[in-house]
């Protein structure tokens, strides 16, 4: 029972605490890992493994974090060790089209919002700050890091950004790029 706890636990299925909170991922190169602090610019308290494509599923699966809060350009996040601060340079996501098309930016965290511009299915996004409205849907305010649109920002609804382990065979829009 215990070993199927902490399986649900990294898959992220047992987590109610978290609901409605975005996932994103370390998209961080160091092969050092990237440095989790307890504060904004604080002392480092552990460090998230670099991931390398023959990776065991457990270092793979710290490379996806929760957001908690944001402190200007500083997250705080929960991840399989514990909370703690990261810069939001080491984070990323890949935006995803849904069945109604493209992915979309808005120009504030609202369906009923004007959207501001279209985005290929795939494009990498930094995130840099993200907003839970009252029925619980995540919004990631994302900065645009490639394509016609590179340098855009607006929010993403949830459903419009993944936060995927780093698989080859998912197609994972960090990992095909490097």
């Known amino acids: 029972m215990k070993k199927l706890a902490s399986l649900l636990l990294v898959l992220g299925l047992a987590a109610p605490a978290l609901a409605g909170q975005p996932r994103v991922l ?11 602090r307890d504060a904004p610019s604080g002392k480092i308290v552990d460090v998230i493994p670099y991931a390398a494509p023959n990776s065991p599923d457990s270092v793979r699966e710290r490379r996806v974090v929760t957001l908690l809060s944001n402190e200007g350009k500083w997250f705080k996040v929960a991840y399989s060790g514990g ?13 995803s089209g849904t069945e109604d098309g493209a992915p979309v ?3 504030s965290p609202s369906p009923e919002a004007k959207r501001t511009a279209s985005i290929a299915d795939g494009t ?7 907003f839970v409205d009252d029925r619980g849907t995540a919004w990631l305010n994302a900065e ?11 929010w993403l609804h949830e459903n419009c ?10 197609n994972n829009c960090w990992r095909r790029r490097r």
């Open 124 to 130: 990498r996004a930094r995130p840099l700050a993200f």
């Open 105 to 107: 930016l808005f120009k």
């Open 83 to 95: 909370e703690g601060y990261v810069h939001r340079s080491m984070l990323g996501v890949c935006a």
């Open 161 to 170: 950004f993944l936060a995927i382990p780093y698989e080859e065979n998912l």
């Open 26 to 36: 370390v998209v961080d190169p160091d092969r050092a890992g990237t440095n989790v």
């Open 144 to 154: 645009i890091l490639e394509g016609p649109r590179k340098g855009a920002t607006g």
